[in-house]
């Protein structure tokens, strides 16, 4: 039981030391990845860097002890960072106390709903985002933040809301420019571009073997890093008006509170529910996958509280909301992560660079972080999926385009609200019209198809209809409809069989239509009959009044309804496959 909520007690009883050495080289590279983006993503949510190193610290340790996955890496992410920057920019200035507090109770609000959500096992709510809506989300994100740091890039001051602000601001601050931080930016945007790409294929030709040239290219972030602090340093480039990172607190996070003040809850749940849902299911999707390539599994309920407890973690460390993050998760993964506990020893890892490396951050330029927050998110826009969903599904491609449109032009709060709007209103609207089908019978078997697809044979006072959906208040009325518009289509009809293989329910309301189709049919001297009923629905159908009043039979199989209904045409003989083909189709 205990294991259940505490997988570190499963996990941990065969813990050995060929895990610990796996785990513990797993974290060093991780490490080395983490802490320039911590920086950077601490300087995207409008926070103190160090506010970054202090979310990777402890939030890691927590998730070690309630996650189930072996490989997710935890940690500040683009997506989440930029959520909270317009969550707390809403309430408070950036810079002030107020804002770090915001971003603090965050952390805390979206802790405490993860883990009630996942305590009651509500992990499934997480659907009500379809694949279109997250994908589109975040495709507008990635735009959005790659589109805010190009200030930084520039060394210009600009601002906005949402993206048309972002440009035009953008464009109006262009000629103040600084050359130096332009140059910085465009070179570490390339350098890590190249990082990405060419430097394995590079290193393994000067010898070095797949493992390790891949284990320093993952380094690439750190070296751009190190590189312009020295040319910061050398060329005395803060004099010139490049910006820097300046002086970033010494020491591990300190103890810190979320405010309390009802006002405060009061505006900030809302973006914390949807950083909780948003954090979610980026964090599980990615669990998943990589579990699923070691034939693993993770319980999504109880990763509901992993994550819950990390932003806990995170709030009372002074940090901000986190989830789980796919290009760190992946890295674990490939460096060869076999527990939570490489994370563990990540946290350790950044709590040493807190102790020892901060003063050398001083002379960082903020340019070298925007360019690693730009070459991260630039990975997360997808302009392939639009066209596919436009093939595949105008629907779903509906969703994706709205939500695109609306993060861009709105925000990222009403982009996702407006998205899980629009996918429900679509699938509202599908479920009240649901496919049917024609049927008739493909000669020579006992199978049932479309007559619009198929050659099939029919008899003109029998109508086989299919239904493939469930029966429910949204499509009841539209079925009463069609049926009764079918059956006028048709003088000599005299029989309506419903065919129920895909019909797993039928709600009060779609009960009632059925009586009312069958006391319609029963009065223009038409029977009707249901065909291969599934026993759940025929439990539900015998305790109401259909079955007794129905005019027709309910058949085991389309069949045995067919061929019976057939039969009555008025001719002692029943018709054979041969007498269709001689024209009684």
């Not at 309804?561 to 057939?566: I, K, L, T, W």
Request: proline share 5%.
């Amino acid at each position: 039981m205990l294991t259940r909520y505490f997988p570190i007690l499963d996990w941990g009883r065969r813990y050995d030391g060929d895990a610990f050495g796996s785990d513990l080289m797993a974290a060093v590279i991780v490490t080395i990845m983490l802490i320039p983006q911590s920086l950077a993503y601490a300087l995207l949510a409008g926070l103190p860097p160090v506010v970054g190193l202090y979310a990777s610290i402890l939030p890691l340790v927590a998730y070690a002890v309630f996650g189930t996955s072996r490989t997710l890496a935890v940690g500040p992410v683009a997506v989440v960072s930029l959520m909270t920057a317009s969550a707390a920019g809403a309430v408070a200035a950036q810079g002030t106390p107020e804002y770090l507090t915001a971003a603090i109770t965050l952390a805390a609000l979206s802790g405490v709903m993860l883990t009630v959500l996942g305590l009651l096992r509500l992990g499934f709510l997480a659907n009500l985002l379809s694949h279109p809506v997250i994908s589109g989300f975040i495709t507008a994100s990635g735009l959005l933040i790659a589109t805010s740091q190009l200030k930084h890039i520039l060394g210009v001051k600009a601002g906005g809301d949402n993206w048309p602000e972002m440009l035009g601001s953008l464009f109006g601050s262009i000629g103040d420019t600084n050359p130096y931080t332009l140059a910085i930016g465009v070179v570490a945007i390339g350098f890590l571009f190249w990082v990405r790409k060419g430097a394995k294929p590079a290193l393994m030709k000067l010898g070095l073997k797949p493992r390790v040239a891949d284990m320093v290219a993952k380094a690439g972030p750190v070296a751009a890093v190190v590189a312009t602090i020295l040319l910061v340093v050398a060329m005395n480039l803060a004099d010139r008006g490049v910006k820097l990172v300046g002086a970033v607190p010494q020491g591990l996070p300190p103890f810190a509170l979320p405010s309390l003040h009802p006002s405060l809850i009061a505006q900030l749940w809302v973006p914390a529910l949807l950083i909780s849902i948003i954090g979610f299911v980026e964090s599980v999707s990615v669990a998943q996958t990589l579990a699923a390539k070691r034939r693993q599994r993770i319980a999504p309920d109880q990763e509901l509280v992993g994550l819950g407890t990390a932003n806990i973690a995170s709030a009372v460390s002074g940090g901000y909301p986190v989830t789980g993050g796919f290009a760190r998760s992946v890295v674990n993964f490939d460096a060869g992560a076999q527990t939570p506990a490489a994370g563990a020893y990540t946290a350790v890892g950044i709590a040493l660079a807190s102790l020892f490396l901060t003063p050398l951050l001083f002379f960082l330029p903020i340019a070298t972080l925007a360019a690693t927050i730009i070459v991260a998110v630039l990975s997360l826009v997808d302009l392939k999926t639009p066209r596919q969903l436009w093939t595949y599904s105008k629907g779903d491609f509906a969703a994706h385009i709205a939500t695109i449109v609306v993060t861009l032009l709105e925000g990222v709060e009403i982009g996702v609200i407006v998205g899980v709007l629009v996918g429900l209103l679509l699938y509202l609207w599908k479920a009240s019209r649901p496919h049917a089908a024609i049927v008739g019978r493909v000669p020579e078997t006992q199978h049932f198809r479309n007559v619009d697809r198929h050659k099939v044979l029919t008899v003109p006072h029998v109508l086989s209809i299919r239904i493939d959906e469930n029966l429910s208040y949204l499509n009841a009325r539209w079925l009463e409809e069609y049926v009764l518009e079918r059956v006028a289509e048709r003088p000599e009809l005299r029989h309506v069989i419903l065919m129920c293989s895909a019909v797993n329910a039928i709600d009060a309301s779609a009960l009632e239509s059925l009586e009312a189709i069958n006391h319609r049919l029963a009065d223009g001297g038409i029977r009707l009959h249901l065909s291969e009923v599934k026993g759940p629905v025929m439990d539900r159908l015998e305790r109401s009044n259909l079955l007794h009043d129905l005019s027709g039979k309910v058949f085991l199989s389309q069949e045995r309804a067919f061929s019976e209904c057939a039969l009555d045409d008025g001719s002692e003989a029943p018709a054979t496959d041969a007498d269709w083909a001689r024209g009684m189709i």
